[in-house]
């Protein structure tokens, strides 16, 4: 079965960079593209970018350019999200999730990690 | 960016009513929408995507329809389960972006 299973929760400084990382199982790795989702407390979702497993292209949201980075480990099955200076504001629950449908970059998702949530604090 | 527009942003129901959802996007995008279930504290699941189209293993309690720029997610029989908040997704052009939520409590 599909699983997406993500890092543990981390608490960071303003200014700081923090990686979050989903490991998939369960289906060919590289066959599927993945989101990166967030979620701040309280709030709905937003769309931060999307990566492709096989060769590691990605597209960011404008709101995260320069910030973010999505990279990935065929060998282990697993893709990163690194953010980079951070402020209170990027506080939220992260979420990876596969893309439906094989090597698609305008797709929905089918699976979802199970989030990790990233404090921002002085 | 497009944007999306839930309505009602929340509802009250009881178990076994109708429940009907609409989202609206700001330009047409066709049918590339879909539309998901949080509960609290738990991460989305997929629900519908293609506008109309039942992810595997969702209940037909729940259907999709609309294209262009005006859409609905109806629940035809509101379970226990089904109280949650729910979310649309346009997925036709970058940044995709999410509707604001509908959250459906019971009454």
């Known amino acids: 079965q599909v699983q997406l299973v993500q890092s543990g929760a981390e608490v960071k400084k303003p200014g700081a960079s923090v990686n979050v990382s989903c490991k998939a199982s369960?289906?060919?790795?590289?066959?599927?593209?993945m989101y990166w989702v967030r979620q701040a407390p309280g709030q709905g979702l937003e769309w931060m970018g999307i990566?492709?497993?096989?060769?590691?292209?990605?597209t960011y949201a404008q709101k995260f350019l320069g910030r973010v980075t999505m990279t990935r480990d065929t060998s282990t099955s697993m893709v990163y999200m690194e953010l980079s200076s951070l402020r209170s504001e990027d506080t939220a629950v992260y979420f990876c999730?596969?893309?439906?449908?094989?090597?698609?970059?305008?797709?929905?998702?089918?699976?979802w990690g199970q989030g990790t949530l990233i404090t921002v604090s002085s | 960016d497009i944007q999306m527009t839930q309505s009602p942003s929340s509802l009250s129901a009881s178990v076994g009513d109708r429940v009907t959802i609409t989202c609206r996007a700001s330009?047409?995008?066709?049918?590339?929408l879909a539309w998901f279930q949080q509960r609290p504290g738990k991460a989305p699941k997929s629900l519908i995507y293609?506008?109309?189209v039942l992810q595997s293993g969702v209940p037909s309690e729940f259907s999709g329809s609309g294209s262009g720029t005006d859409f609905t997610l109806t629940i035809s029989s509101l379970q226990p389960e089904d109280f949650a908040t729910y979310y649309c997704?346009?997925?036709?052009?970058?940044?995709?972006?999410f509707g604001g939520g509908t959250k459906v409590e019971i009454k």
């Open positions: 369960g289906y060919t790795f590289s066959s599927y593209y």
């Open positions: 330009q047409a995008i066709s049918n590339y």
């Open positions: 293609a506008a109309s």
């Open positions: 990566i492709n497993p096989s060769g590691g292209s990605t």
């Open positions: 999730a596969r893309v439906r449908g094989s090597s698609s970059w305008y797709e929905t998702v089918d699976y």
């Open positions: 997704q346009q997925y036709y052009s970058y940044p995709f972006t």
